[in-house]
T-cell receptor, first 109, second 112 residues
């Protein structure tokens, strides 16, 4: 069983829709990351969270430490948001990251 | 511009040949990582290094080797012992004081 589970695996939305991607993890963590991977393959970090909620533009990330769950929300989705979104956690004081399998998002104009 | 560079972007090799993937960073990060990405799977850790001249095996180190002779460089060699080397390889780095990881653009290796 993966230590990080994401849902859904694939998501298609109409432009303008509100989108939610979920991440559950089974280990104690020091931080959780949301990453974005575009078709070319490069990965960029969207958020790093250890508690609460963060907002950047149309993106919002929340984390519930007690429930070991995080969500990434995209408001007013746009075709340029089409990408794979990856949840990753770093355990306690460890040096390794553990990654979900990603959610492939397609936003249709 | 600070960042991580990987070269080449695409690499083609014949089965049985060793191949070395380059990763360089100018972020002054202590830790560097190599991951492999296959369709439908999360990134899997091959090797990581927290300091020059020291490195640790990750979950899928068999068939790979690394070196860390300089802080800014962490090359990965895919040896002929790696059974399924065709994949997308990502290098990353991190400051040991922080939790954020920075990724390179990746190298797509195809072995035929």
């Amino acid at each position: 069983k993966n230590e990080v589970e994401q849902s859904p695996q694939n998501l298609t939305a109409q432009e303008g829709e509100f989108i939610t991607i979920n991440c559950s993890y089974s280990v104690g963590i020091s931080a959780l990351h949301w990453l974005q991977q575009h078709p070319g393959g490069g990965i960029v970090s969207l958020f790093m969270l250890s508690s609460g909620k963060k907002k950047h533009g149309r993106l919002i990330a929340t984390i519930n430490i007690q429930e070991k769950h995080s969500s990434l929300h995209i408001t007013a989705s746009h075709p340029r948001d089409s990408a794979v979104y990856i949840c990753a956690v770093i355990k306690g004081t460890g040096n390794q990251f553990y990654f979900g399998t990603g959610t492939s998002l397609t936003v249709i104009p | 511009d600070g960042g991580i560079t990987q070269s080449p972007k695409y690499l083609f090799r014949k089965e049985g040949q060793n191949v070395t993937l380059s990763c360089e960073q100018n972020l002054n990060h202590d830790a560097m990582y190599w991951y492999r990405q296959d369709p439908g799977q999360g990134l899997r850790l091959i090797y990581y290094s927290q300091i020059v001249n020291d490195f640790q095996k990750g979950d899928i180190a068999e068939g790979y080797s690394v070196s860390r002779e300089k802080k800014e460089s962490f090359p990965l060699t895919v040896t002929s012992a790696q059974k399924n080397p065709t994949a997308f390889y990502l290098c990353a780095s991190r400051s040991l004081g922080g939790n954020e990881q920075y990724f390179g653009p990746g190298t797509r290796l195809t072995v035929t």
